[in-house]
């Protein structure tokens, strides 16, 4: 089923959100909107429509699932013994791209938390998905609505283009907002640990609660803690993607020996330098001054070139600031190689 709700206000009474939120409490999995990507949806409380989630992406069962919730009320439902830390956190950032990891209090179906003693738990800062998960009345569980692997879905066409056939329905709201996905921060020990950067940077949340840690700060490789996600290859594009490090010139070089050995190439640029590249179809991600553009962008351009014929994708790097500490943690998991 398609939904289209793109529209300026809309409420949980809307008849679309209506239909969709009955199909999720029927135990269907409904992709819809929020302002970091699409998310595929069913209800947290039941392993059955949980595994539909699963089984339409194609994800591993070891990989945990984050659960949405409309109210600060909803918190209570699954997780228990949540720590000041993590409230001060909510009042700040929800709703908003930040999920908080917290002690599972058994309530969510099994196969969300993929055993676990933990839950991930996030209010989505978007006027649909408010709708939806208000209408409900659930605690929905929802990854991104992408094909397990490739890249996540800002807008609802590329939930059907990874989708159609496996899911009931998407709720269409249009193009997503901030474009990467929500920060996850661990909140179970004595200090917050971000296990994915996101929508939310660390200096905002070291705003609210002081010193946090990122996985890196960890000298030894094997206690990094990391989201059980961050292991399996991520956000790629179809054909080979390569991340080249330095300036224009560097990923010119690399456009000519590509072309050279007879390769179509494709190119991921920033605005600014879009007009200086030859021998490529170069696609813009924004500028380099305005890393929330290029988040925002940064899916639909890996995208871009599934449909096209370049046989091998070049990208340039970010500044590694504010969102851009995102948008580059993506690209990395994203490329096949690194040319330094
Ligand atoms: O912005 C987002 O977070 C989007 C939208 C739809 O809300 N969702 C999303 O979900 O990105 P997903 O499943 O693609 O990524 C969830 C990440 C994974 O890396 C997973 O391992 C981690 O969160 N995660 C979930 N529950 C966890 C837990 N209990 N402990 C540690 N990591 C967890
Ligand atoms: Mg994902």
Not at 232 to 238: C, I, L, M
Not at 287 to 292: D, I
């Amino acid at each position: 089923k398609y939904w289209n709700v793109q529209q300026e206000e809309i409420q949980e009474t809307n008849e679309n959100i209506r239909e969709a939120a009955a199909a999720i409490q029927s135990q269907e999995a409904v992709a819809f909107p929020t302002e970091t990507v699409y998310g595929l949806g069913a209800d947290a409380t039941t392993p059955e429509a949980v595994d539909k989630i699963f089984q339409a992406k194609g994800r591993p069962g070891d990989n945990p699932l984050i659960v949405h919730i409309a109210t600060r009320e909803q918190v209570e439902t699954v997780a228990e013994n949540i720590p000041d830390q993590a409230r001060k956190l909510m009042d700040a950032f929800w709703p908003g791209p930040l999920t908080i990891i917290l002690k599972s209090n058994g309530s969510a179906a099994e196969n969300v938390t993929a055993g676990l003693s933990t839950v991930g738990i996030r209010m989505p800062d978007h006027p649909v998905a408010q709708a939806l998960l208000k209408a409900c009345a659930l605690p929905v569980a929802a990854p991104s609505a992408n094909q397990s692997g490739r890249p996540s879905p800002t807008t609802a066409k590329h939930v059907l283009d990874d989708l159609t056939g496996k899911i009931y329905g998407v709720v269409d709201g249009g193009a997503t907002g901030v474009g990467v996905e929500s920060t996850v921060v661990d909140c179970t020990g004595e200090t917050a640990v971000i296990l994915r950067p996101g929508g939310a940077t660390k200096e905002d949340l070291e705003a609210v609660i002081g010193p946090v840690k990122t996985a890196t700060d960890f000298k030894n490789e094997k206690e990094q803690p990391k989201a059980p996600g961050m292991k399996y290859t991520h956000y790629a594009p179809d054909a080979p993607f390569w991340l080249v490090e330095g300036g224009v010139d560097e990923v010119q070089q690399e456009i000519n020996r590509l072309n050279k050995e007879g390769h179509t190439v494709g190119l991921i640029a920033s605005e600014e330098h879009t007009d200086q590249y030859q021998g490529a179809t170069v696609r813009s991600c924004g500028s380099q001054e305005n890393l929330h553009e290029v988040a925002h962008k940064i899916y639909d351009c890996l995208r871009f070139f599934n449909d096209s014929s370049v046989d091998i994708i070049l990208g340039e790097t970010f500044p590694k600031k504010g969102v851009g500490v995102a948008v580059m943690n993506r690209l990395e998991k994203a490329a096949t190689k690194i040319i330094k």
